[in-house]
């Protein structure tokens, strides 16, 4: 991603803290991390040797306090620690933890308080035994405390790094860290959240993980207003709600906006009387943020000229399971816009891939607060893309750039922009991007050949 192509930010200010995180999304998590550290109103900082694809990240934070906030948002990072001690050996770790201030360890192991001793191993399987004598060996640490495994006062937690092959793990491990445990990160919002469980889904709904990934990537918070172009059965709105923002949405989609026509479960025909995206919102407590959605044609931004959106994030359609539209005629407008009566659905006509993302972005750059972030998914054709055919506009500033990979030949890239400029300073309305479009198209051709030959046996020979 972008953010890990820049200088790494490095320094010893605040104390360190070790960042367990999860081994998915890996190009997600680094710029969910300083989004996070960003809304604190903090920055991150890592050692030298930092390893953006290592589930281990030696972190300088200002406070505790401020670990915990960022543990309490992250769907990337699993748990957080206060870093005692570290070594490529055992007996390095307990060098380490050795000369390791008595003063900041006491308050946690003082007579009357209880503590447990967690071991855990990266790509690796320790038996009980093993467990035991690590612990074991740490009896040199001046525990004064009571051992109790359920609910004690204090958690520590001896963790060894194995690597990242799950192949060719070594016989010992390439570091072992010792740290008091401070908190863990919001995991289980993915299970919470599961489409599966969802009560309004779609054939493109977002799953709950990276759903919640680009809430924060968009700093989307408490009281923030939140807005989604595309906004389908609102997925987005609903990990936005969850963190306390204000949402509302648009979608040319009259069903999908009103809950109505075939339902996309396989056993369900249609869809029921309250299948809505408030209803989404109501199933997990969060009605009282749902602004409103409207039937709307994004190509035609209908909303003044004024800043008042924190945050727009969206998946747009790519042309492959939901159809790209827009209002309009080859033929030409017949009729007077006065002249349809309130029931009528208009003509709409293909909207093409490069010009949704034009449209995308001026629709930021006019709407959006200073500051204020867009997030959207950008579909590309492996082969012929680079960072060049990212939309740029001279409002908006590049952040991060995700890859998730679709295909061996298609991805989809998470591009986060902030605005730095108003609109009135910028000039001109971005311009058509031919090389985008070029992109664009590729990405369609090649995504609907390996649809066919997945449907069709027999195009396979022909894939």
Known sequence: PTDAKMALSSGTVGRRFLLLLAQENLEFRLPEVKSLFSLCKSQLKYEDNFNVKSPFWIVHIPSEEVAKAVMRRTV???SIFELWGQGRTHEDLHNSLRDYPTDKMIPYLQQ???YQIKVYAFNKTLSHNERIQRIDDLGFLPFQGTVKLKNPEHEFWLLEDYGTDPNHAPEKPFCIYFGRWIADGQRDLINLYSVKKRHFIGNTSMDAGLSFLIANHAKAGANDLVFDPFVGTGSLLVACAHFGAYVCGADIDYNIIHGRGKASRKDQKWRGPDENIRANLRQYGLEQFYVDVLVSDA?????RKANFFDAIITD????VREST???G??????KSAEEYIESHVPVSMNYHLSDIFIDLLNLAAENLVMNGRLVYWLPVYKLDYTEDVIPQHPCLKLISNCEQTLTSHTS??????EKVKEFECCGHPLLQNQELQKINNAFNKVFLRICMCALLPQFTSTC
């Open 316 to 319: 747009p359609p790519y042309g």
């Open 112 to 114: 009357g308080s209880t």
């Open 329 to 334: 005629s080859q033929k030409g407008i017949i």
């Open 76 to 78: 990337c990072a699993k």
């Open 325 to 327: 539209r827009k209002t």
């Open 412 to 417: 989809r890239q998470l591009i986060t922009m």
């Open 299 to 303: 190509s035609k931004n209908i909303l």
